[in-house]
């Protein structure tokens, strides 16, 4: 240190001379006491106490703020929301992999803090009044409130918090054991302060807000409950809704709590303002919107191109009773295409993997089947800022060239994969053409009509599917696929089936979507990371095994910065495309919706939420209105 050179420069004088040394050394003393002093204060000022957390540390509402800026504070409380999902249910536990969760089952359960929805990455206190942080992220308390309480009027306490952790880790679905492998330990600190430590060397910037947004259970209610096993009954939580009416497999209603606790705390008012929200169940796309036409339920997200297209011209529309509109989505709108199943060998060769996409011609379903409406995706993070584009630049190499050797040569040779662009026919002889050669030099030729390799092995490929609207969309594709020489096929079966077969990893190629985050870090794990590659349920739906795209992981988690963090994404996608895990789908940067004009709604909704059943409300005089014309 600076101090101690100084020193010893000026001691030679007292080598030769004998000198009182007596006050030098208090001096000197008393000196090193007031710089302890002063590193310690230092300590205590990076210790940072706040009433949210976000990623790079900008929060956009204060301590004192009253409601977010997008909600309206005043709307009223009251009336049914109520829209449908595709499928079945026969399960209310939806943090385990036994069972299919009904709809909106998570709703019982609050977290320690709550995002904002319009910020990318800012966390508020819900259950935690406060949370007290070092500069460096390696632990996180959390302060609860007094007054938060579980809906049989049981306080929640620190020990309902470190149990919540715990049950997850040994009971839970096994992906929050990749998502919370940087844990180290969770401690309750006294009934209302709970820690969590994170292990050394791990990259911290995002597990405080992990550990916040983690749900809360009570330790007392599962004391004679098996957490671990499916049921309907109703679980314990502390949110806003109670389970109001359930019908295994048909209907689900929740019901909102006139004692909720939390009812008047900032981040939720102006919020949670139906007194029902109700989930009505359809295995046929079609009976879902005779349904919807015919008054089953009220609010409907259209992602029927067809449907959108060309059958909302029913009576009620024209009456004015039912509004259709487009909404913009500010989110990522990348990542839904058909996934690659890559723990099969036959798919090994990113060549076959690169022609089978290749088969799937965009630009005749556009036109001929999607009505013009869609746009084709080609990234991750498609319809955002944080999609790679063009050649890499110097910032981007600086990452991706020390991993050269387990990456394709094309993210350094050539611009970010874009898929093949087709004729609007259905079958395009030239890319079908490329995509044959593709296939000639993986090794697998066409003997007798069929692709075969040299083991006289045949390239069969099956795509997984459970929704009979689907079928127009894949058959085409499935037609091209056979005229490569591929064996293909297409596996219909209902929901349930589909869902046991993706958590065990039993199909060729399925079909997913991920809404990704404009700041992402940890939850990537869950889908792209060797570490959750083989645990069964996982997000890691492709299987991907790769120690370029851990690497990169790791830089998008360790981002010190928003710049960095874009640098790191971008790269990361790069990578991602150029591997061909999945055949890219389409994407819509509106959310297309049809709703009875019984709602109220904020005049400028946020950029990343709809809101439709978070800051919505009934609307009585609207409703009125439908009743004296007969529409309601």
Same mark, same amino acid.
């Given at each position: ?293 015919? &008054? ?60 089978? &996409? ?275």
């Amino acid at each position: 240190m600076h101090w101690k050179t100084q020193h010893f420069r000026n001691s030679a004088k007292a080598a030769t001379a004998v000198v009182n040394t007596k006050p030098l050394l208090m001096s000197f003393l008393l000196f090193l006491a007031l710089l302890l002093t002063g590193i310690a204060g230092k300590a205590e000022e990076m210790t940072i106490k706040s009433h949210g957390i976000s990623t790079f540390g900008d929060l956009k509402y204060g301590p004192d703020f009253q409601h977010f800026d997008y909600v309206n504070p005043d709307a009223p409380k009251g009336g049914e929301f109520s829209t449908w999902a595709f499928g079945t249910f026969d399960s209310m536990s939806p943090y385990i992999l036994k069972g299919q969760a009904a709809a909106l089952s998570n709703m019982f359960f609050e977290s320690l803090m709550t995002g904002s929805a319009d910020e990318p990455d800012s966390l508020y206190g819900l259950v935690a009044e406060s949370i007290e942080y070092p500069e460096n992220r390696q632990w996180a308390i959390f302060n609860i409130r007094p007054e938060a309480q579980f809906a049989d009027g049981t306080p929640i306490t620190a020990d309902d918090v470190v149990f919540s952790y715990e049950v997850l880790i040994a009971k839970g679905r096994p992906s929050f054991r990749v998502t919370l492998s940087d844990f180290e330990s969770v401690k309750a600190l006294d009934s209302h302060r709970v820690k969590f430590t994170f292990k050394p060397g791990a990259n911290t910037r995002g597990l405080p807000m992990t550990a916040a947004g983690l749900p809360i259970f009570s330790k007392a209610y599962y004391a004679n409950r098996d957490f671990a096993e499916s049921t309907l009954e109703p679980p314990l939580g502390s949110g806003a809704y109670v389970l109001d009416k359930v019908v295994p497999g048909k209907t689900v209603s929740y019901k909102r709590r006139d004692d909720y606790w939390g009812k008047d705390l900032p981040v939720n008012v102006g919020r949670e303002n139906f007194d029902r929200i109700k989930v009505e169940y359809y295995t046929d796309y079609t009976a879902a919107f005779e349904g919807f036409k015919g &008054g089953a339920y009220n609010f409907r997200e259209e992602f029927s191109s067809k449907v959108w297209g060309t059958a909302y011209d029913f009576p009620a529309l024209k009456e004015g009773y039912v509004i259709k509109e487009q909404i913009p989505d500010g989110n990522p709108s990348g990542t839904q295409g058909f996934w690659f199943n890559l723990r099969r060998d036959k798919f090994k060769d990113l060549r076959v993997r690169e022609a089978i &996409g290749m088969a799937f011609n965009f630009e005749w379903s556009n036109q001929a089947l999607f009505y013009g409406l869609y746009q084709r995706t080609d990234s991750f993070w498609e319809n955002s800022t944080l999609q790679a584009e063009g050649m890499p630049d110097e910032a981007e190499l600086a990452l991706l060239e020390p991993l050269r050797t387990e990456l394709p040569d094309e993210v350094f040779s050539k611009p970010a994969f874009s898929p093949a662009v087709s004729k609007p026919s259905q079958l395009d002889r030239r890319v079908i053409s490329q995509a044959g050669k593709l296939l000639d030099a993986a090794g697998w030729k066409v003997v007798n009509g069929i692709r075969t390799n040299d083991k006289g092995e045949q390239l069969k490929v099956e795509i997984l599917n459970d929704s009979p609207s689907f079928e127009r969309i894949m058959n085409p594709y499935i037609e091209n696929l056979k005229r490569l020489g591929i064996i293909a096929s297409l596996n219909n079966v209902d929901s349930a089936q589909a869902t046991e077969r993706e958590k065990s990893f039993d199909f060729d190629i399925t079909t997913r979507r991920y809404v990704m985050s404009l700041t992402p870090g940890l939850e990537l794990r869950g889908i792209f990371s060797s570490q959750s590659a083989d645990v069964p349920g996982s997000n890691n739906v492709a299987g991907l095994a790769n120690p370029a795209i851990d690497a990169l992981l790791n830089k998008v988690e360790q981002a010190k910065s928003r710049a960095t963090l874009s640098v790191a994404v971008k790269a990361l996608d790069r990578a991602l495309r150029a591997l061909h895990i999945w055949v890219p789908q389409w994407y819509n940067p509106y959310h297309n919706i049809a709703y009875l004009d019984v709602f109220g709604r904020p005049e400028h909704l946020p950029p990343f939420a709809m809101g439709e059943m978070d800051f919505w409300w009934y609307d009585e005089a609207k409703a009125a209105r439908l009743k004296a014309a007969g529409a309601l």
